[in-house]
């Protein structure tokens, strides 16, 4: 029987099968050999065999489309630890205000599921404290670069359906600092949804020996989310420096006009990124977060 793992914690797993949940455990054989990763996660498409008593034993895991990982340093290596398998989407939320949107973490997140090749949807919510206008005018050139966008407000249920629309049918992934409304967002969608949601990700993320639960939310009219607080703690560590051009939609192809192979894209003549940012083609601040992100540090200070 196929279905998916919707929740695991201490070794026992929920599968939703086509007509019923399922508690399982998972069969010995698949945890023999040397270990460098998460042998299953919450995502994992599995077959099950249903036992006398109603509980069930995994028998198999498919392979995975997709996956947020992160690599942990261990004394035998590094160890690949699955926050959630075959995602179909990124959501990362930010506020326009209240609390003040922190554009460098967004620019963080969206290297990781360019990483993960894993298509990532910003929402704007709090518009109703900025307006329309405004909220175009700081954020519109995520647009421009080419990821989706979405502006919402809980309270005045700007974009709620839009973003209904988009949870639909698909596994999503959540995350976003603290206070910008994710939980609020998710409860306008379906009561008690965000909630939820807010629980298991606060008892993941009290403290090293606390069990970890991770799990998926149905929402209805089809479709999973998660909160996934593992995410916020992905270092850029796991990237070589070298690759952060590559996860800049708009810095990849330029970076070969340069004239210098090696161009640090910071000072040398006849830079194509210096140029792209000098005529407004690359917006400043994502320079700006190119530079502290690839080199940990800030630009020399140019009015751009």
């Known amino acids: 029987m196929r279905g998916l793992l919707i929740r695991s914690q201490s070794g026992f797993f929920t599968v939703q099968t086509e007509s019923s949940l399922v508690v399982c455990r998972l069969r010995g054989r698949l945890k023999q050999g040397r270990r460098t ?40 290596g590094e160890y690949q630890q699955i926050l959630i ?7 990362f939320v930010f506020a326009c205000a209240e609390p003040e949107p922190r554009l460098r973490m ?64 698909k596994i999503s992934v959540f995350a976003g600092p603290s206070g910008v409304g994710k939980s609020t967002l998710l409860n306008v969608i379906q009561p008690n949804l965000g ?42 560590w796991d990237i070589e420096p070298e690759e952060v051009d ?26 194509a990124v210096q140029a792209a940012v000098e005529d407004g083609s690359v917006h400043y601040e994502r320079y700006e977060s190119y530079v502290r992100l690839r080199y940990g540090e800030e630009t020399d200070g140019q009015d751009w």
Not at 143 to 169: F, P, V
Not at 203 to 222: A, I
Not at 255 to 267: G, K, Q
């Open 37 to 76: 990763g998460d042998i299953i996660a919450v995502g994992d498409w599995v077959e099950i065999s249903v036992l006398d008593d109603g509980t069930g034993m995994i028998e198999s895991i498919e392979d995975r489309r997709t996956m947020f990982s992160r690599m942990a340093p261990t004394p035998r």
């Open 85 to 91: 398998a075959n995602p179909d989407q990124a959501i």
């Open 106 to 169: 967004l620019d963080r997140f969206l290297i990781v599921a360019e990483k993960a090749e894993i298509p990532a949807l910003i929402v704007f919510n709090k518009v109703d404290l900025v307006g329309m206008r405004t909220a175009r005018k700081w954020f519109g050139h995520y647009k421009d670069i080419g990821y989706s966008i979405l502006y919402t407000s809980a309270s005045t249920r700007r974009g709620i359906s839009a973003l209904h629309k988009q949870l639909r049918g």
């Open 195 to 236: 909630l939820a949601v807010k629980e298991v990700s606060l008892s993941s993320n009290k403290g090293r020996h606390t069990t970890v639960v991770r799990e998926l939310f149905p929402v209805v009219g089809g479709g999973y989310v998660a909160d996934t607080p593992g995410l916020k703690a992905l270092a850029l």
């Open 246 to 271: 590559g996860y800049f939609p708009e810095l990849r192809y330029l970076v070969a006009e340069c004239r210098f192979s090696n161009c640090t894209h910071l000072h040398e003549p006849d830079c």
